[in-house]
């Protein structure tokens, strides 16, 4: 009954709010009804609504996937100085990194979905009625693993939101081991979806064992600029008390996250250039271009510029205290990364084709409608929860029979 009535409750919450609160609904379900146009004629053509051919059979929606799984990763970035260090300021705003990530990964599958074609091509990677080739498929291994971290996430957050909500601290003998072991599944589901690509021998661009800490290290520069943007428009739209010192914390490790992927991007470089193979020619493709075909090129030097422009940003300290700077070099850093996990990636590693043949892919309008919906439905599902959970916070939604607060003394943080 108290479950039931907190539900009834939340619906109240999520359903009220002034005129820039709806007017910011409406534009989340407008760009989901956008993405269920593109969707709907996808779903009648097939994938030839795409612009994926043969020779490009993975291409924007594997991309957006592959960069969504590091920002539902970079959760563990607050959980670590939160729940390992007790660091009191970040572990405060924990929550909201797992808010995030469960926004993050209901992205990644719908990413996945529209990639299969069809809705119904769900049930092939199913352990009933589907067939997914367990254990030796890497894409069962990966779907395991995002379902894993979505339910472990899951848990915690309304563990943590009914708990506040009853005007109770959260029980450590469940959350603490459930966040501790979100930590390894957070590097899983990134090493898995690494691990997708270097399986595959035939693609050289791909084949590298460096991919993997790439992967995470990128992680842990995206998804933190993302916390770092939101703490603030919290701050200012709700009044959610969130310490500078937790969001400069968040941007010093961003500076030692970034300088780790930069190095393992010149390591990569490096390796490619001086060997000078015939593998080469994937690397060539994206930052030289092949003769006349550069469509990639000006994407792959821009995001280098914005990487290095945010790292150094990041990484002095005068400017990442100041405020301007420090929103232009999160801003940089998630665009650097967006090109650098998602097209950089994907269609060089595809191009040119294992005939020789180069296809210049561009994601078709109707990639562009399908991806601005499930960013519809990210944005939605994180607003909802935020909108439930910064009332419980901040002591405003709570059971009628809770006890008052206890000064000092919060369901996210308790003494």
Not at 8 to 26: L, P
Not at 296 to 321: C, D, E, H, M, N
Not at 358 to 366: A, G, T
Not at 383 to 390: D, P, R
């Amino acid at each position: 009954m108290g479950f039931l009535q907190f539900l009834k409750g939340a619906v109240k919450q999520v359903t009220a709010g002034g005129k820039a609160y709806k007017a910011w609904i409406a534009l989340l379900l407008a760009m989901i009804g956008i993405g269920l146009v593109g969707y709907s004629k996808q779903w009648q053509v097939g994938l030839i609504a795409t612009n994926m051919r043969d020779q490009v059979t993975w291409a924007f929606y594997v991309g957006n996937f592959t960069f969504l799984v590091g920002v539902a990763a970079a959760a563990v970035l607050l959980v670590v100085p939160g729940y390992v260090y007790q660091w009191k300021p970040i572990k405060e705003v924990v929550v909201l990194g797992e808010l995030l990530a469960i926004s993050a990964l209901s992205m990644c599958l719908l990413f996945i979905l529209v990639d299969m074609g069809r809705p119904d091509r769900l049930t092939h990677i199913l352990p009933w009625p589907g067939s997914p080739n367990w254990p030796s498929s890497l894409l069962s291994w990966d779907a395991l693993v995002l379902n894993l971290y979505l339910i472990v996430n899951l848990s915690v957050v309304v563990h943590i939101l009914y708990r506040g909500y009853r005007g109770r601290a959260y029980a450590k003998w469940f959350v603490v081991p459930v966040v501790v072991f979100s930590i390894p599944m957070a590097v899983g589901i990134h090493t898995v979806t690494a691990f997708l690509y270097n399986g595959m021998a035939a693609r050289p661009y791909w084949n590298a064992s460096i991919l993997a800490p790439r992967f995470l290290a990128s992680a842990f520069c995206s998804g933190p600029a993302v916390m770092i943007i939101l703490f603030q428009i919290l701050r200012k739209t709700t009044g959610l008390e969130i310490k500078d010192e937790a969001i400069r914390k968040v941007a010093e490790l961003m500076a030692y996250a970034m300088f780790f992927n930069l190095f393992l991007l010149g390591a990569e470089m490096f390796k490619e250039y001086y060997s000078r193979t015939e593998h080469l020619v994937y690397t060539q493709y994206f930052w030289q271009g092949i003769g006349d075909k550069k469509a990639l090129v000006p994407y792959a030097w821009f995001a280098l510029f914005a990487s290095v422009v945010a790292f150094l940003l990041f990484l002095i300290p005068g400017t990442r205290k100041n405020w301007v700077t420090l929103n232009v070099g999160a801003v940089l850093i998630f665009a650097g990364v967006y090109i650098e996990k998602g097209m950089g990636l994907v269609i060089p590693g595809m191009t040119p084709d294992t005939l020789g043949e180069i296809y210049e892919y561009r994601p078709s309008v109707n990639e562009w409608m399908v991806a601005v919906g499930i960013f519809g439905v990210g944005g939605l599902v994180l607003t909802t929860l935020v909108n439930i959970a910064v009332p419980i916070m901040q002591g405003t939604f709570r059971a009628p029979d809770a006890p008052p607060p206890v000064a000092g003394e919060t369901a996210f943080a308790p003494h």
